[in-house]
T-cell receptor, first 114, second 115 residues
Framework: SQTIHQWPATLVQPVGSPLSLECTVE??????LYWYRQAAGRGLQLLFY??????ISSEVPQNLSASRPQDRQFILSSKKLLLSDSGFYLC?????????????FGDGTRLSIL | GNSVTQMEGPVTLSEEAFLTINCTYT??????LFWYVQYPGEGLQLLLK?????DKGSNKGFEATYRKETTSFHLEKGSVQVSDSAVYFC??????????????FGTGTRLQVTL
């Protein structure tokens, strides 16, 4: 069966520090991968998605970037964190077989910026 | 563009009460529709789905029917339990986005079930 792992589960970082969140998927090949941010009490905002290695689509302009160095690895990064980057970050995958596939989510990373 | 509208929460029910959470959508074409559930401090879990008009998705006593004529996908459960307390998200998948399954989410509805 397929599983998705995100780490770390929680992270406290000072303003201006770098960020690297990692997500890996097991049990499937060529998945589509997604990064979301969920602000407290709010819905989900799609940040990036990827349909293949090295292919990244950005949905909103921001202080973050994403990379996909391997088929089942998706990384969310920042060079200098802002206070507004605080939130709950969720990684998800879907089967790479078209737009009707459901997405499956990891357990998330809660990021607090001080 | 696509959009999903959910009823405002929180919804507070007594155990064994009937649950309805309303969801309506706006989309071009024929999207797939999903309900996700998020328990405190966790990621989202797929609860059920429907891919075409009149499909009924069901899981764990929850069900929702894809109503194209009313562009709705209301979530129902006949008898809720305290363990159903969570935030519920309605979402649609735009079939016109190529290979990626880009979801549009509603803002979520918090359900609290009390004894």
């Amino acid at each position: 069966s397929q599983t998705i792992h995100q780490w770390p589960a929680t992270l406290v970082q000072p303003v201006g520090s770098p960020l690297s969140l990692e997500c890996t998927v097991e049990g499937t090949s060529n998945p589509n991968l997604y990064w979301y941010r969920q602000a407290a009490g709010r819905g989900l905002q799609l940040l990036f998605y990827s349909v293949g290695i090295g292919q990244i689509s950005s949905e909103v302009p921001q202080n973050l970037s994403a990379s996909r160095p391997q088929d089942r690895q998706f990384i969310l990064s920042s060079k200098k964190l802002l206070l507004s980057d605080s939130g709950f970050y969720l990684c998800a995958w879907s089967a790479g077989q078209g737009a009707r596939q459901p997405q499956h989510f990891g357990d998330g990373t809660r990021l607090s910026i001080l | 563009g696509n959009s999903v509208t959910q009823m405002e929460g929180p919804v507070t029910l007594s155990e064994e009460a009937f649950l309805t959470i309303n969801c309506t959508y706006t989309a071009t074409g024929y999207p797939s529709l999903f309900w996700y559930v998020q328990y405190p401090g966790e990621g989202l879990q797929l609860l059920l789905k429907a891919t075409k008009a009149d499909d009924k998705g069901s899981n764990k006593g929850f069900e929702a029917t894809y109503r194209k004529e009313t562009t709705s996908f209301h979530l129902e459960k006949g008898s809720v339990q305290v363990s159903d307390s969570a935030v519920y998200f309605c979402a649609l998948s735009d079939p016109n986005t190529g290979t990626a399954s880009k979801l549009t989410f509603g803002t979520g509805t918090r359900l609290q079930v009390t004894l």
